[in-house]
T-cell receptor
Framework: KQEVTQIPAALSVPEGENLVLNCSFT??????LQWFRQDPGKGLTSLLL?????REQTSGRLNASLDKSSGRSTLYIAASQPGDSATYLC???????????FGKGITLSVRP | GAVVSQHPSWVICKSGTSVKIECRSL??????MFWYRQFPKQSLMLMAT?????????EQGVEKDKFLINHASLTLSTLTVTSAHPEDSSFYIC?????????????FGPGTRLTVL
């Protein structure tokens, strides 16, 4: 059974800092991995999707990497801003049209 | 584009009553919709997958007679929590995958906060 772990559960950083959020998964046979953002009491917004054949994806100040063999992914946020404060979840998909398995998320607070 | 709405955004009900939550894809057709439940500080857990015109597929441990799912059209799926109890209080989120696409890309609704007194 796939398990997705995100540690730590919460993180607080000063504005402007570059930071890395970690995600690990137990079964390396994944189809893809996604990073999502969730604001309090809101739904999810997809940030980046990495296919199993890819090593990384970039969007603006965000860069996600995937090391499938070691079961790890990182989300790098450059020059963090207070508006980046949210919960970041990673999720893996075992195959096309299969379900997403989510981690519990990392709640990020960026202090002005 | 690719907007998914949920209604209501929050609901409070008495124990023993039933509550219906709607999930709509506003600008695309969704062959497949998913229903998730999220408890505080916990991950989203998939409850069921619904395909338009067919019966929903429930995850292990989810009671299909308690959580009724109907996906009658390509833009609407409903989740009815029957005989709700306080332990059903949670954040319910739906997502939709576009017709003709894979479920790689799921568009999530804003969620519905259910509180059962």
């Amino acid at each position: 059974k796939q398990e997705v772990t995100q540690i730590p559960a919460a993180l607080s950083v000063p504005e402007g800092e570059n930071l890395v959020l970690n995600c690990s998964f137990t079964d390396s046979a994944i189809y893809n991995l996604q990073w999502f953002r969730q604001d309090p009491g809101k739904g999810l917004t997809s940030l980046l999707l990495i296919q199993s054949s890819q090593r990384e994806q970039t969007s603006g100040r965000l860069n996600a990497s995937l090391d499938k063999s070691s079961g790890r992914s990182t989300l790098y946020i450059a020059a963090s801003q207070p508006g980046d404060s949210a919960t970041y979840l990673c999720a893996v998909q075992a195959g096309a049209n299969s379900k997403l398995t989510f981690g519990k998320g990392i709640t990020l607070s960026v202090r002005p | 584009g690719a907007v998914v709405s949920q209604h209501p955004s929050w609901v409070i009900c008495k124990s023993g009553t039933s509550v219906k939550i709607e999930c709509r894809s506003l600008d695309f057709q969704a062959t497949t919709m998913f229903w998730y439940r999220q408890f505080p500080k916990q991950s989203l857990m998939l409850m069921a997958t619904s395909n338009e015109g067919s019966k929903a597929t429930y995850e292990q441990g989810v009671e299909k007679d308690k959580f009724l799912i109907n996906h009658a059209s390509l833009t609407l799926s409903t989740l009815t929590v029957t005989s709700a109890h306080p332990e059903d209080s949670s954040f319910y989120i739906c997502s939709a995958a576009a017709a003709g696409g894979s479920t790689d890309t799921q568009y999530f609704g804003p969620g519905t906060r259910l509180t059962v007194l």
